[in-house]
C-alpha cells in the first residue's frame, strides 16, 4: 500500500473535513462543526480500539494520530482537525510538521477565556494525565494564566464513563463530585472541559457545582476557527447540505449507539483496523 506524501492532499472546497478523537468525545467538536457549517461534509474517525487515549504514552498516541491523519488525508480531506485534547496535546506539532500543506486544527484546553471569565481568580481544568504532560498545555497556561490560579483536575475513567453511556447512573455523579470537589474547594468560579468528552456531562457538570459556576466548552471556538481557517485558505463551502461519514476501530453498532444517544446522528459507521507490523501498528486504509 502506498501512503500519499505528508501534507499533498489534492483536496478543494467540496472536500470533507477530517475528524478524529480516541471514541465519541470528538462528537462534541463534530456538533458545533455541522451546526456552524452545515454546507460542509465530514469524515469522522473513531479509534475506539485504544480509547482511552489519555493514560498512554505520548510516543504511542502520536504514532496513532499520525497514522490516522494519513488516512484523512488518503481519503482525500481538505483540512484536519483533531478533535481531542489528548491527541494535540501531544501531537499537533508532529502533526504539523509531517502534513505541511494540511491546515489542521489542534484543540487546547479553553484557559484563554476562563481567565477572562474569572472574578475569583482562580480557574479549574478538567483534562486527562497526557493532556496535562503535554507541551501545547504549559504554553497556553504561561501564555494566558498570567495573575490567575490555575488548579489541574486530571478525571481518570471520565472519558470511559461517557464511552459506556452510564451517564444517568448515580455512581456517575459521585464520581464526578469527586473530580469537581478539589477545584471547588480552592475556590475556582470557572471550569474549563479540556477533553473533548466532558461536554456530554456539562449539564451534571452544572446541576452539581450550581448556577454561580460558568464551565467553558471550548467546541463553539473551535468550530468557528475552522470556518475562518477554511475561508483563509479559500477552502470554504458556500453553499449545499454536507455528507457525513463515520469509522471506527471499535464496533460500529456500539459506536453507532453511542452517537444516536449523544448527538442524533444516524451514524452507519463503517469499521476500520489496525495491523500489528514490525514497525508498531498500521491503520489500514478506509473503503
Ligand atoms: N477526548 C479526548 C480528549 O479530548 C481523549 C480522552 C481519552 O481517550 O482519554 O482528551
Redesign the pocket.
Known sequence: MTLPAGGSAPAGASAPIGLF???V??LSVWREIVRQLPSESTIYLADRAH????NREAEEIRHFSVHITERLVEAGCKAVVVA???ASAVALHSLRRRFPGLPILG?EPAVKPAVALTRSGVVGVM??PA?FQGELYRATVGRHAVDVRVVEQVCIGL?ELVESGALDDPASDAELQRFLEPMLAAGADTIVLG???YPFVIEAIRRLVGPGLQVVDPAPAVARHLGQLLQREGLALPSGQGRHRFFTTGDPACFDRAAARLVSVQSASQPLAWRRSSGGELLLPMV
Open positions: 478523537d480516541s471514541g468525545g470528538g480509547v482511552p487515549y489519555g481531542c485534547n489528548t484543540l483534562a486527562t493532556t472519558a477533553c473533548t468528552h
